[in-house]
Every structure is written in C-alpha cells, then in structure tokens.
C-alpha cells in the first residue's frame, strides 16, 4: 500500500514512464495509453483540490498493488470517500522542453505491459521542463546529483552537469554556445526607471570594442522580486539563440524569452 500520490506511470507510447504532470497537460486528442508500473492496468491523470497532478486507475488497481491505497473507497452507498490530498515530492526535469512524439501503437497486451514495465530504468521519469524550471532543479543540486539526474537539451542527451556551461568570454558571440546548453554567467544589478538591467561581467568582442550581454526585468517578469532588495550580484542563466547586438550597438540582448528559452536571474550563491 502507498500512502503517497502516484505521480507517474508508464506511457505505452513513449515507452517509458511520464509524470502525471504531463499526462494531465497533454491534449486529450493525443489519445495516449498509460498504466500502472505494478499491477498494469489502464490509469488516467487527474488534479485534486490542492492542484497535484496523479494518476488514477477508474476500474481499480488490483489487490495487493502498492498503488492500491490512493483509489476512493467505496461507503456502499452514496458518494465515494475520497482520500486527503498529498503533496508529492517535486519531479525533476528530464528534458528541457517539450517531449518528442511517439509514432501510436496498437493497444497492448498484458504481457507486453508487464515486459516494457519492467525495461523502464527505475527512478526515471520522462518530465519536460520550461527552463525556469530546469534552471530551479539546477540550482538546489548537490555536485553529484547534477551529475546523476539526466537532462536531454535538443537532441543531446547529457545530465544536469554537463548541460550547464559557466561563461567563456572574450571571443566571438557566436561561440557562447547556449543553443546547445544553458549557460551560466555572473552578472551585475542595477536599476534605472522602473525596471532592472543586469549585466554580465564577461564581455564580447565586437570590432575594437568588448561589450556585455544586458538583460532588462522589468515589474511584471518572475525574478523582479529577487532583485528588488538590492542585490548587486546574480547570476544570468541563458539558453536558446546567440544573442544579438542591440540597435544602439553597445550591448547584447539575451535569447528570445518563450518558455524554453531566454533568461532567468539567481543569487549568487549556487555553482
């Protein structure tokens, strides 16, 4: 019996176990099949009322499962008794954005079920991460659990230790590399009219000149808080396309801002 959420199952389409996360934020036309790692059977992903992503199995698992204890218990009358909300250890990213799509299958059998469940590498759980949230998991790692926990960036599949650069400065933009990995950079904070502009100490050359990448937060943007009590020193996180030379030529901007790419803004405390 599991007193905790269960919050991941196998998918039989990507072959490997998801997040309920993903599960549940995947439109419904995808029409992807999932089941429990220990008794197999069909489960879907839900939300309970503190927000938590799980999985549930609508036809019940089987006696004895170790997922067994989350279904609702039956009063024998009138309404299920639900069981109370848990709050699920936080999943770690395993990809730095969205999931690759897997060619459908045909339903499978349980034996087919029992064989994937048990080629899926304990522990691993296929997860994609905005990088907001693959910077997060970054920064709270120990040295060896940056270089345990694997993180796929593009098509290379590396773990959190290698997919994470500190700044080389000095040459050419184009050589930063944070298309491939998220770089990391110290940086300064300053803020002029309502919004900050952080700055990297590492500068690049253009012509005679070596200039810094800039990056502007404004009041609305996630990391204006942690700049707002003064902080001088951050560190810059950038992933996505080389940075560009601003119109007036005496900065770069940071990678386009969507949810994979951009920047995002730490203390610097973490490395």
């Known amino acids: 019996m599991n007193n905790e959420l269960m919050v991941s199952a196998?998918?039989?389409?990507?072959d490997a176990a998801v997040s309920a996360s993903f599960a549940h934020a995947i439109p419904k036309t995808d029409d992807l099949l999932f089941f429990c790692p220990d008794c197999l059977v069909d489960v879907t992903a839900s939300i309970s009322i503190n927000k938590n992503c799980f999985f549930k199995a609508p036809s019940l698992h089987r006696?004895?499962?170790?997922?067994e204890k989350r279904q609702s218990k039956s009063s024998g009358a009138g309404d299920p008794t639900k069981w109370p909300s848990a709050n699920p250890d936080v999943i770690i990213p395993s990809h730095l954005g969205e999931l690759p799509k897997r060619r459908q299958k045909q339903k499978p059998s349980m034996s087919e079920r029992q064989a994937l469940a048990k080629s899926v590498q304990p522990g691993v759980i296929l997860h994609p991460g905005t990088l907001r949230?693959?910077?997060?998991?970054?920064?709270?790692?120990?040295?060896s659990d940056r270089k345990k926990y694997?993180?796929?960036?593009?098509?290379?599949?590396l773990n959190y230790y290698d997919a994470f650069a500190f700044l080389s400065a000095g040459g050419d933009i184009s050589s930063l590399g944070c298309g491939g990995v998220v770089v990391v950079a110290s940086a300064t904070s300053n803020k002029f009219g309502g919004s900050f502009y952080v700055t990297t100490r590492g500068r690049f050359q253009v012509g005679e000149q070596m200039l810094p990448i800039k990056a502007r937060v404004r009041s609305n943007d996630p990391d204006f808080k942690l700049l707002?009590?003064?902080r001088k020193e951050v560190q810059i996180f950038l992933h996505g396309a080389p940075p560009a030379l601003n119109s007036e030529g005496n900065y770069f901007h940071p990678p386009a801002v969507t949810p994979y790419t951009g920047f995002v803004i730490k203390p610097k405390s973490a490395g």
Request: some cysteine; aromatic content about 10%; hydrophobic content about 45%.
């Open 228 to 230: 707002e009590d003064g």
């Open 10 to 14: 196998i998918c039989w389409e990507m």
């Open 150 to 157: 694997p993180l796929t960036v593009g098509v290379a599949q």
């Open 133 to 143: 949230e693959v910077v997060d998991a970054w920064f709270t790692m120990t040295m």
């Open 63 to 67: 006696p004895g499962c170790r997922n």
